[in-house]
């Protein structure tokens, strides 16, 4: 499994910016995706995460109504909509994935991840 991030970039507060995880190696219908965030000097933290058949979907409350989180199924891609960006969102994002239904939040729980994709927003 191969996921690869990209997306990220330097934004005003108030922007938005679209994260694509372009994912290969096997067929992810029964798989759940999803972003994770680091900031300097934290934990990784829970964004959001979708089912890959099906659809459902989660998002952390702390991005909840300025995150989006989507796949397309024929570019086998997740992406992640973010609008109205904070400073506070500034982090290197990660995309992961983990082969099941249930939608985890935590790390631990997710086998395969990207190589995360930076995004900076300045006040």
């Known amino acids: 499994v191969q996921l690869q991030a990209s997306g990220g970039g330097l934004v005003q507060t108030g922007g938005s910016l679209r994260l694509s995880c372009a994912a290969s190696?096997?067929?992810?219908?029964?798989?759940?995706m999803g972003w994770f965030r680091q900031s300097p000097g934290k934990e990784r933290e829970f964004v959001a995460a979708?089912?890959?058949?099906?659809?459902?979907?989660y998002v952390a409350d702390s991005v909840k109504g300025r995150f989006t989180i989507s796949r397309d199924n024929a570019e086998n891609t997740v992406y992640l909509q973010m609008n109205s960006l904070k400073p506070e969102d500034t982090a290197v994002y990660y995309c992961s994935a983990r082969e099941g239904s249930y939608i985890y939040t935590v790390q631990t729980q997710y086998d395969y991840w990207g190589q995360g994709t930076l995004v900076t927003v300045s006040s």
């Open positions: 979708i089912r890959w058949s099906g659809g459902g979907r």
């Open positions: 190696g096997r067929t992810f219908s029964g798989y759940v």
